[in-house]
């Protein structure tokens, strides 16, 4: 029993045809009526069939003839619209898929896809119908350019067969070259139908054919048997070839987000593809690089001849060599990587090319015995490596050993140089008796004193470790020094004092109010008077409170534009000058200008000691350019939204910030929240919205770190660990050998040990966040007098409030603040300090700090309880 065919118009008036399965033949004439309108001769032997519809597809499910002749019935469809389609019948020859194997890659490549472009139907395209079916390809006929082009643009089909037996029709070579002219044919075999040639003819060239964009062609045989054979050679060839190319895009994918820096030579060492891991640790941009001989590259010193050799000889006899290995970056640093070098063998045994992956030598605390093992391991019998904690400092400043060279300095007042000879002399007998310091003094002094057994020293350090404390030195009497005693206690204590009860002070709130000053209006061009104070910035003399004057107590915005314009801030960021800007003056908003000390004057005051710290040159080094972004950031938000009142208050008072943060470092994790809360809350004031996420939440986290370093509580132990891992090794080194180039290679060192990095940077910000006693004497002075009416102000309210009293001293009727400022230099700014200059070479400030404790010591002496002496009050 027969059925007539299925006919579905899509909306867009494409006609879909389907034989029933009982039909016995892909050539059929169809009339269907629908209403009025009858659709008759959809298949027609005929070429004027211009009221066909554009689009229509037949879809065949017989079996072709297997033997005898064929009958002109049997034929194919002629089509006039795009396509007439056959797919894979369950008697065809191939199986709907197939199993490629790649590399370690197994593939599924789904049937091959045809297209046959024939302007009339005869002997020939049925012979490649009948193939297709035959392999189980999927066939589709277009008998228009027009047809073949949308056609293809929609299946882009692997095989194309282009009739060129006739130019009547269609130009062959055009349809070719306008699907040549699409991305998707980069994958498409396209072959082209030639006629036959007599004995008499010349063969014509295949040249025109090429230049047109075929890939093969193919001589006029209607055999099903030769179009067969020409369709499956080309499958097994150029089809599965292109399919395994087509696979190297999800490998390229891979490599390309792959975190470790990955490149490709070929077998003469001519680079041909790094991937963006590469280039950022390199700093190189890919079209820098590719086409590039290796030896083209700048190579560091530190790479010996040997090395190089030995490299070259294990790879090129195509085994894999994997160690450590110095490496150059584009900005002139010295780099120690990882590095494994496989060589990819070719056909006949030959190396064809070599791939590298590189990653950073000692990444973190879990690697390093990797790291130590791998060093040994490639670099034995090198001296030239170190434990993380070695470095080649020798000949750091040759200017500073040379004492007899300084200028001399009044009597009273020690050289610059003499105070930097001495203060290196300081650096194994600093006066910070913290409890992991006598551990380390006694442990040393068994084993290099026999008299004391090791049972004795053992005892020792078991009573030290009994402390939960490490770090924090232990006070004398409150009678000895009282200054001392109520300073230290109000800035590292987390506050909770007793009351004359047994119960915390937690009953009253602190109410911290976050009402926003007005933000600034954009500014378009900075005043004169504001320009000509900023052209003085780079030097440590540099007033701010002159530039707080002048901008209105706006100072952070100005200098802030300023200082991050010089650093490179916002193409690191890849944030524009007014997204910057919006960002300073909303971080500046949320300072609050009635606060004596702890306004946005400080945290300008911060960025610029910051960002001269980072001019110097041994800082410099040691840092990358992410560190120089997260210290400059980090110190423009280290105190936003300070309420005038220490960490101890808000946990007396059982503020909301000491609920929320568990009395823990309550204000230095409160700057850090809200930065980045008022940052991502805003598009136009995120100026970290254009880096990708590793790099951010890198930046981020070097930025937490620092600003939580300024909490006191951990002060002796981050000054520790800097005069333990940083002064200590460059000064023996510096003491043991004097070599020429060594404090280069120092710093360059530096950059491998992240953990260095941190001690440095949180150092840093330490030191600029109370650099006061290192200004000149009148910008130290103002600080003092800014900070002293801050905490009187603390105590006034803490007597009204009934809270403890966290500062005593700090009483504005009996306070001596020459005696406050004394006892904080010498309790945390002078070993802190001498361990900073002994680093990063700053005699300016040092002198300034001498002569400011010099003003401080003439005011007690005359028992002055104020700034300055009652005559220069007056005067």
């Given at each position: 029993?027969?059925?007539?065919?299925?006919?579905h118009?899509s909306?867009s008036?494409?006609?879909?045809?389907?034989d029933?399965d009982e039909?016995n033949?892909p050539?059929?004439?169809?009339?269907?009526s629908?209403?009025?309108?009858?659709?008759?001769?959809?298949?027609?032997?005929?070429?004027?069939?211009?009221?066909?519809?554009a689009?229509l597809?037949y879809?065949?499910?017989?079996?072709?003839?297997?033997?005898?002749?064929?009958?002109?019935?049997?034929?194919?469809?002629r089509?006039c619209?795009i396509?007439?389609?056959?797919q894979?019948?369950?008697?065809?020859?191939?199986a709907?898929?197939?199993e490629?194997q790649?590399?370690?890659m197994?593939?599924t490549q789904?049937?091959?896809?045809?297209l046959?472009i024939?302007a009339k139907?005869?002997?020939?395209s049925?012979?490649?119908w009948?193939?297709?079916d035959?392999?189980g390809?999927?066939?589709?006929?277009?008998r228009?350019p027009?047809?073949a082009?949308?056609?293809?643009l929609?299946k882009?089909?692997?095989i194309?067969?282009?009739?060129?037996r006739n130019?009547?029709?269609?130009?062959?070579?055009d349809i070719c070259?306008?699907i040549?002219?699409?991305k998707?044919s980069?994958?498409t075999v396209?072959?082209?139908?030639v006629?036959?040639t007599?004995?008499d003819?010349?063969?014509?060239?295949?040249?025109?054919?090429?230049?047109?964009?075929?890939?093969?062609?193919f001589?006029?045989?209607s055999?099903?048997?030769?179009c067969y054979?020409e369709?499956?050679?080309i499958e097994?060839?150029?089809?599965?070839?292109q399919f395994?190319?087509?696979a190297?895009?999800?490998v390229?994918?891979?490599l390309?987000?792959?975190?470790?820096?990955?490149?490709i030579?070929s077998e003469?060492?001519?680079?041909?593809?790094?991937?963006?891991?590469f280039e950022?640790m390199?700093?190189?941009h890919?079209?820098?690089?590719?086409?590039k001989?290796?030896?083209e590259?700048?190579?560091?010193?530190?790479?010996?001849a040997?090395?190089?050799?030995?490299?070259n000889?294990?790879i090129?006899?195509?085994?894999?060599?994997?160690?450590?290995?110095y490496?150059r970056?584009k900005s002139?640093?010295s780099?120690?990587?990882h590095v494994?070098?496989t060589p990819?063998i070719?056909?006949?045994?030959k190396?064809?090319?070599f791939v590298?992956?590189?990653r950073?030598?000692c990444?973190?605390?879990?690697n390093?015995q990797?790291c130590k093992?791998h060093?040994?391991?490639?670099?034995?019998?090198?001296n030239?490596q170190?434990?993380s904690?070695s470095?080649?400092?020798?000949?750091?400043?040759?200017?500073s050993?040379?004492?007899?060279?300084?200028?001399?300095q009044?009597?009273d007042a020690p050289?610059?140089?003499t105070?930097?000879?001495?203060?290196?002399a300081?650096?194994?007998?600093?006066?910070?008796?913290a409890p992991?310091?006598k551990?380390?003094?006694i442990?040393?002094?068994a084993q290099?004193?026999?008299p004391?057994?090791v049972?004795?020293?053992l005892?020792?350090?078991l009573e030290?470790?009994?402390t939960?404390?490490l770090?924090?030195?232990?006070l004398?009497?409150?009678?000895e020094?009282?200054?001392?005693?109520?300073?230290?206690?109000?800035l590292?204590t987390?506050?909770?004092?007793?009351?004359?009860?047994?119960?915390?002070?937690c009953?009253?709130?602190?109410?911290?109010s976050h009402s926003?000053?007005?933000?600034?209006?954009?500014?378009n061009?900075?005043p004169p008077?504001i320009a000509?104070l900023l052209?003085?910035?780079?030097?440590?003399?540099?007033?701010?409170?002159?530039l707080e004057?002048v901008t209105?107590k706006?100072p952070?915005?100005?200098?802030?534009?300023?200082?991050f314009?010089?650093?490179g801030?916002?193409e690191f960021?890849?944030c524009?000058?007014?997204?910057?800007?919006?960002?300073?003056?909303?971080?500046?908003?949320n300072?609050?200008s009635?606060n004596?000390y702890h306004n946005?004057?400080?945290?300008?005051?911060v960025?610029?000691?910051?960002?001269f710290f980072?001019?110097?040159?041994?800082?410099?080094g040691s840092l990358d350019?992410?560190?120089?972004?997260?210290?400059l950031?980090a110190?423009?938000?280290?105190d936003?939204?300070?309420?005038?009142r220490?960490?101890?208050?808000?946990?007396?008072?059982?503020?909301?910030l000491a609920?929320?943060?568990?009395?823990?470092?309550?204000l230095?994790?409160?700057?850090?929240a809200?930065?980045?809360?008022?940052?991502?809350?805003d598009?136009?004031?995120n100026?970290?919205k254009?880096?990708?996420?590793?790099?951010?939440r890198?930046?981020?986290q070097?930025?937490?770190?620092?600003?939580?370093?300024?909490?006191?509580?951990?002060?002796?132990?981050?000054?520790?660990k800097f005069v333990n891992?940083i002064?200590?090794?460059?000064?023996?080194?510096?003491?043991g050998?004097?070599?020429?180039?060594?404090?280069?290679?120092?710093t360059a060192?530096?950059k491998n040990f992240p953990?260095?990095?941190?001690?440095?940077k949180?150092?840093?910000?330490?030191?600029a966040d109370?650099?006061?006693?290192?200004?000149?004497?009148e910008?130290?002075?103002e600080?003092?007098?800014?900070?002293s009416?801050?905490?009187?102000a603390?105590?006034?309210?803490e007597?009204?409030q009934g809270?403890?009293?966290?500062?005593?001293?700090?009483?504005r009727?009996?306070?001596?603040?020459?005696k406050?400022?004394?006892?904080f230099?010498?309790?945390?700014i002078t070993d802190m300090?001498d361990?900073?200059?002994a680093?990063?070479h700053?005699?300016?400030?040092?002198?300034?700090?001498a002569n400011?404790?010099?003003h401080?010591k003439?005011?007690?002496?005359l028992?002055?309880?104020?700034?300055?002496?009652?005559?220069?009050?007056?005067?």
């Amino acid at each position: 029993m027969g059925c007539a065919p299925s006919i579905h118009v899509s909306q867009s008036g494409v006609i879909y045809c389907r034989d029933s399965d009982e039909s016995n033949s892909p050539h059929q004439t169809t009339t269907i009526s629908q209403g009025a309108s009858t659709l008759h001769g959809l298949f027609v032997k005929s070429d004027a069939a211009d009221s066909i519809p554009a689009v229509l597809a037949y879809q065949s499910r017989q079996q072709p003839p297997c033997s005898g002749p064929r009958r002109r019935e049997s034929r194919a469809p002629r089509c006039c619209g795009i396509e007439a389609e056959t797919q894979t019948s369950s008697s065809s020859l191939k199986a709907s898929a197939t199993e490629v194997q790649i590399g370690p890659m197994r593939l599924t490549q789904d049937p091959v896809q045809v297209l046959l472009i024939f302007a009339k139907e005869d002997n020939q395209s049925d012979g490649f119908w009948w193939a297709c079916d035959r392999a189980g390809y999927r066939c589709n006929i277009a008998r228009t350019p027009e047809s073949a082009l949308e056609c293809f643009l929609d299946k882009h089909q692997e095989i194309i067969v282009i009739d060129h037996r006739n130019s009547r029709y269609f130009d062959a070579e055009d349809i070719c070259r306008s699907i040549r002219a699409t991305k998707p044919s980069e994958h498409t075999v396209i072959l082209a139908v030639v006629p036959r040639t007599s004995a008499d003819q010349e063969e014509t060239s295949v040249l025109p054919l090429l230049n047109a964009g075929f890939d093969r062609q193919f001589m006029e045989n209607s055999s099903i048997t030769a179009c067969y054979n020409e369709l499956i050679q080309i499958e097994h060839g150029e089809v599965r070839s292109q399919f395994k190319l087509r696979a190297c895009n999800a490998v390229f994918t891979a490599l390309e987000h792959c975190q470790e820096a990955i490149e490709i030579t070929s077998e003469d060492h001519i680079i041909q593809y790094v991937n963006p891991a590469f280039e950022q640790m390199m700093g190189y941009h890919k079209g820098e690089l590719i086409g590039k001989e290796l030896t083209e590259l700048p190579k560091s010193d530190k790479n010996r001849a040997d090395l190089s050799d030995s490299i070259n000889a294990c790879i090129k006899k195509g085994k894999e060599w994997q160690g450590v290995y110095y490496a150059r970056r584009k900005s002139g640093d010295s780099i120690q990587q990882h590095v494994k070098i496989t060589p990819v063998i070719g056909q006949g045994g030959k190396i064809r090319h070599f791939v590298s992956l590189k990653r950073l030598r000692c990444t973190n605390e879990n690697n390093k015995q990797l790291c130590k093992s791998h060093r040994d391991e490639n670099y034995s019998g090198d001296n030239s490596q170190s434990e993380s904690h070695s470095f080649k400092c020798k000949n750091r400043r040759k200017d500073s050993i040379d004492v007899k060279s300084t200028t001399s300095q009044s009597s009273d007042a020690p050289s610059v140089q003499t105070r930097r000879y001495s203060s290196m002399a300081r650096i194994h007998s600093m006066t910070i008796e913290a409890p992991i310091t006598k551990v380390i003094n006694i442990i040393n002094a068994a084993q290099e004193n026999s008299p004391i057994t090791v049972a004795e020293a053992l005892d020792r350090v078991l009573e030290i470790l009994r402390t939960t404390e490490l770090y924090s030195p232990q006070l004398g009497t409150k009678d000895e020094d009282p200054h001392t005693s109520d300073l230290v206690g109000g800035l590292m204590t987390d506050g909770l004092r007793r009351l004359s009860g047994n119960e915390y002070a937690c009953s009253k709130n602190l109410n911290l109010s976050h009402s926003h000053l007005s933000v600034p209006n954009t500014i378009n061009d900075v005043p004169p008077c504001i320009a000509q104070l900023l052209d003085n910035e780079e030097s440590w003399d540099f007033n701010i409170f002159e530039l707080e004057a002048v901008t209105n107590k706006r100072p952070l915005v100005y200098l802030g534009l300023k200082v991050f314009g010089r650093f490179g801030v916002p193409e690191f960021l890849n944030c524009s000058e007014a997204t910057l800007r919006a960002w300073l003056q909303v971080i500046e908003a949320n300072y609050h200008s009635s606060n004596a000390y702890h306004n946005s004057t400080h945290a300008a005051d911060v960025l610029h000691a910051t960002a001269f710290f980072l001019g110097k040159e041994r800082v410099k080094g040691s840092l990358d350019h992410l560190d120089e972004v997260a210290a400059l950031i980090a110190a423009t938000i280290h105190d936003v939204d300070h309420p005038g009142r220490t960490n101890s208050f808000l946990c007396n008072a059982g503020s909301e910030l000491a609920v929320l943060y568990n009395d823990t470092a309550v204000l230095e994790s409160h700057h850090t929240a809200l930065a980045f809360q008022l940052t991502a809350k805003d598009s136009k004031c995120n100026i970290f919205k254009n880096i990708d996420r590793n790099r951010y939440r890198t930046l981020r986290q070097a930025i937490i770190d620092m600003v939580l370093a300024t909490e006191m509580t951990k002060h002796f132990e981050h000054v520790n660990k800097f005069v333990n891992s940083i002064n200590k090794p460059m000064a023996s080194e510096e003491t043991g050998s004097h070599n020429e180039g060594s404090d280069c290679e120092c710093t360059a060192n530096m950059k491998n040990f992240p953990d260095n990095q941190t001690l440095i940077k949180r150092m840093m910000i330490k030191c600029a966040d109370v650099a006061n006693p290192c200004r000149p004497l009148e910008l130290c002075i103002e600080w003092a007098g800014r900070i002293s009416e801050e905490y009187f102000a603390q105590t006034d309210e803490e007597k009204r409030q009934g809270l403890p009293v966290v500062m005593p001293v700090f009483d504005r009727n009996t306070c001596s603040i020459p005696k406050s400022q004394i006892s904080f230099i010498d309790y945390f700014i002078t070993d802190m300090f001498d361990a900073w200059d002994a680093f990063a070479h700053l005699p300016v400030l040092m002198q300034h700090l001498a002569n400011n404790y010099k003003h401080w010591k003439m005011l007690d002496e005359l028992k002055c309880k104020s700034l300055r002496l009652p005559s220069e009050n007056n005067n």
